[in-house]
């Protein structure tokens, strides 16, 4: 069984940067695809960005260019580095990871975070 906890959540002026981590723990030796969900209030859950074993990195229409995902296996950490944020960016990060080596976009997640709530003010 793996466990995730993220942090690095907060409140930042639109145009400012935040970093999110998600820290593995348990049966880490199973984690293949992570990936970074969010959900604002009133919609449904998106998932923002992918990396597979291989370090592969993909990502929505709506962060492309300005998310940056990358992990640490030594550190058994996910992150998730948000520049240029803006105010629809606002919603709880949640980290997930799956057995599953690759396309990871398509993945039914079966591992979740608790989330970490990120607030982009205008």
């Known amino acids: 069984q793996v466990q995730l906890a993220e942090s690095g959540g907060g409140s930042v002026q639109a145009g400012g940067s935040l970093r999110l981590s998600c820290l593995r723990s348990g049966r880490t030796d199973r984690s293949g695809c992570m990936a970074w969900f969010r959900q604002a209030p009133g919609k449904e859950r998106e998932g923002v960005a992918f990396?597979?074993?291989?370090?592969?990195?993909s990502y929505s229409d709506s962060v492309q260019g300005r998310f940056t995902i990358s992990k640490d296996n030594a550190k058994n950490t996910l992150y998730l580095q948000m520049n240029s944020l803006k105010p629809e960016d606002t919603a709880l990060y949640s980290c997930?990871?799956?057995?599953?080596?690759?396309?990871?976009?398509?993945?039914?997640?079966?591992?979740w975070g608790h989330g970490t709530r990120v607030t982009v003010s205008s």
């Open positions: 997930a990871s799956d057995p599953s080596l690759y396309a990871c976009r398509y993945t039914d997640y079966i591992n």
């Open positions: 990396i597979d074993v291989d370090n592969v990195a």
